[in-house]
T-cell receptor, first 117, second 115 residues
């Protein structure tokens, strides 16, 4: 069974600084996706970034990047130049790519990020 | 207009009442999902549907039922609501691209309170 662990319930960062959120996962699949979703106070779940397991290059989206360590089953999210609008709950998730019954998102418990002005 | 909509956005009901949460999407995706979010537990899958004729139970389906009325509509019902079903409920959609299931996109959520 797939599991996703986020060991940091809360984090804080100063505006304009960089912060890294941790995520580890466990899966027996060889082909899978990893995701980071953001949930601001509006409760909307917003996709931040995704990584295909077979791609060695780390994904980046503007100020957001990941450090994907496949052997260690680690998938951390780095937010550069933090902005007040980055304050939210961040969820790490994994999903098998086989498209069948195992195609479901497995979520971690989330990290609440506060951004200090 | 939002691609995935959920109605109602907030609902307060009493124990034993029947409740239906509705989800509609304009993304043209075949796959739809219902998740439940509880504090400290992340999101957990209740039911999922790969097309109109294909509905599957997720990890926490007890006490819930679903209906896929059309490709664009997927409803979640609580036949007899109980207080521990108080939670935030999300609908999501995804498509199959090149034989692999694509990213899931979420609706705005429904806050359900069962008294």
């Amino acid at each position: 069974a797939q599991t996703v662990t986020q060991s940091q319930p809360e984090m804080s960062v100063q505006e304009a600084e960089t912060v890294t959120l941790s995520c580890t996962y466990d899966t027996s699949e060889s082909d899978y996706y990893l995701f980071w979703y953001k949930q601001p106070p509006s409760r909307q779940m917003i996709l931040v970034i995704r990584q295909e397991a077979y791609k060695q290059q780390n994904a980046t989206e503007n100020r957001f990047s990941v450090n994907f360590q496949k052997a260690a089953k680690s998938f951390s999210l780095k937010i550069s130049d933090s902005q007040l609008g980055d304050a939210a709950m961040y969820f790490c998730a994994s999903r098998s790519n086989y498209g069948g019954a195992t195609n479901k998102l497995i979520f971690g418990t989330g990290t609440l990020l506060a951004v200090q002005p | 207009d939002a691609d995935v909509t959920q109605t109602p956005r907030n609902r307060i009901t009493k124990t034993g009442k029947r409740i239906m949460l509705e989800c509609s999407q304009t993304k043209g995706h075949d796959r739809m999902y219902w998740y439940r979010q509880d504090p400290g537990l992340g999101l957990r899958l209740i039911y999922y549907s790969f097309d109109v004729k294909d509905i599957n139970k997720g990890e926490i389906s007890d006490g819930y039922s679903v209906s896929r009325q059309a490709q664009a509509k997927f409803s979640l019902s609580l036949e007899s609501a109980i207080p521990n079903q108080t939670a935030l409920y999300f609908c999501a959609t995804s498509e199959v691209a090149g034989g692999k299931a694509d990213t899931q996109y979420f609706g705005p959520g429904t806050r359900l309170t069962v008294l």
